[in-house]
């Protein structure tokens, strides 16, 4: 599908060189706030005390949120769980504070808003549980990489796989550099965004590397730049279609989704734009770099005579 066509190649490549300069000064901030301030990391990953209220009537967890931020806590989660009644609140722990303690003063300044509300439970998650889910946070993280290397290995070439990695941790370290720099609460749902955005990244850079391997197979006579600008200029299209249709879903969970999807929806809005930002710049010109040729692709077989780069039904079928 396409509402538009362009019927010229865009050379993308001729300001790789600007735009990857820019990607790493980026990049070293992102890095240098990581290692300066570092994340503000919830209660998932810090302990506190969770607690889990019931009402008898669907509960107004914007009276909930204000109740408990009357009490000091900047950093609280309150969301529904099972139905609309039930209601579970995260605290972060604090010195010199017990677990009931904190879950005493919360109960009774939701009283006071409403005295119908019951305390199911309340339980302290200890900094054990804390270092467990970083430890298994940062497992998964690894092991998409290295799925994705060789994935991409297997199916492309070594310098592409190598190209997505870079890339891939480019846009991963990036959105970790914002949440760093805002202090913005980094929680399990973040991380889910996180690994949600190395997929989505890695999606396109495997429709642009396919594109590239296509135009090797169909245009003798081009060399390496303008197969991956005339790839690049194939994939607009698709790219504005799939990441405009998707941003839309995004946007309405930042927007409509409560303090719960927040930094989820926001998350995973700075990495669909640096995803598509890094698959068509950042491991483009990094497999231009590598030296990728029409013998790293081609194993074999004649090539296909020359076609028009503009022709629509030109390219890979993906």
């Not at 570092?38 to 949120?65: C, I, W």
Request: with cysteine; proline share 3%.
């Amino acid at each position: 599908m396409e509402f538009f066509r362009i019927h010229r190649t865009i050379p993308f490549m001729r300001y790789a060189k600007v735009l990857n300069a820019i990607s790493i000064v980026t990049f070293i901030l992102a890095v240098f706030f990581l290692f300066h301030r570092g994340l503000h990391l919830s209660v998932e990953f810090t302990g506190g005390t969770v607690m889990e209220v019931n009402y008898p009537q669907a509960a107004e967890l914007d009276k909930v949120r204000s109740a408990v931020s009357g009490l000091g806590y900047q950093d609280v989660q309150v969301q529904n769980f099972g139905s609309s009644r039930d209601v579970m609140i995260r605290l972060p722990a604090q010195k010199g504070v017990s677990s009931q303690e904190q879950s005493n003063r919360v109960l009774t300044a939701l009283k006071t808003v409403d005295p119908t509300v019951q305390l199911r439970r309340n339980e302290f998650v200890g900094p054990q549980v804390g270092d467990e889910l970083t430890t298994n946070g940062l497992k998964a993280l690894g092991m998409v990489v290295v799925g994705i290397m060789i994935y991409l290995a297997f199916r492309f070439e070594w310098k592409f796989a190598l190209s997505t990695v870079l890339a891939n941790l480019h846009d991963v370290v990036i959105i970790l550099g914002f949440f760093a720099f805002f202090q913005w609460e980094f929680s399990l749902a973040v991380l889910a965004a996180v690994l949600a955005v190395l997929g989505y990244s890695v999606n396109e850079s495997v429709v642009i590397f396919d594109r590239i391997r296509e135009n090797f197979r169909r245009y003798r006579k081009m060399d390496t730049v303008e197969i991956i600008d005339s790839a690049i200029t194939g994939t607009i299209s698709r790219t504005i279609i799939t990441h405009g249709s998707t941003q839309l879903v995004v946007l309405s969970m930042f927007f409509f989704g409560g303090p719960t999807l927040h930094y989820f929806a926001l998350a995973l809005t700075i990495g669909i734009c640096f995803g598509i930002y890094s698959s068509c710049f950042v491991a483009a010109s990094i497999a231009m770099w590598l030296g990728v040729k029409r013998e790293d692709l081609i194993k074999g077989g004649p090539a296909k005579r020359d076609e028009d780069p503009n022709d629509p039904n030109a390219g890979a079928t993906v």
